[in-house]
């Protein structure tokens, strides 16, 4: 038996908060790569969770952009800010594959700066959907 819908968003918003907290200690311990990696994952289960939270029940796009692209239609905030967090798709597979680069490997690419870039976009994704789905701030 599935949840609630809102019940549902609250639980995938749940996992990208705690996602986030991991989030946040691989950038201060150098883990650039796997900062960058699971921000990425943070701002699409934050984005699910509030499609989840309307009452969709399908999701297929593991892209930030695309699901922002489909929360715009229950909030418009999510277009304007969504734009900035598309840089986020492009650690979906870079971060993590030796082939997703010309040369070298992510351990060696990414850095504190784009890591903690990473953060600071998955938390203000964080914050919207707890903001709407919550009615709070979540990711502090």
Not at 54 to 81: K, M
Not at 98 to 106: K, S
Request: with cysteine.
């Amino acid at each position: 038996m599935r949840n609630r819908p809102v019940e549902e968003g609250q639980r995938w918003l749940r996992q990208a908060q705690e996602d986030l907290r991991w989030s946040r200690h691989l950038a201060e311990q150098g883990a650039y790569h796997l900062a960058c990696f699971l921000s990425q994952q943070v701002a699409e289960k934050a984005v699910r969770g509030f499609l989840y939270a309307q009452g969709e029940d399908f999701i297929v796009s593991h892209s930030v952009e695309r699901l922002c692209a489909a929360a715009t239609f229950y909030e418009p905030e999510f277009r304007a800010r969504g734009r900035s967090w598309t840089i986020l798709d492009t650690y979906y597979i870079s971060t993590r594959y030796p082939d997703g680069l010309p040369d070298g490997i992510p351990a060696d690419i990414y850095t504190q700066q784009a890591a903690e870039s990473a953060v600071d976009l998955a938390a203000e994704v964080v914050d919207l959907v707890a903001r709407l789905v919550t009615g709070a701030n979540r990711s502090s």
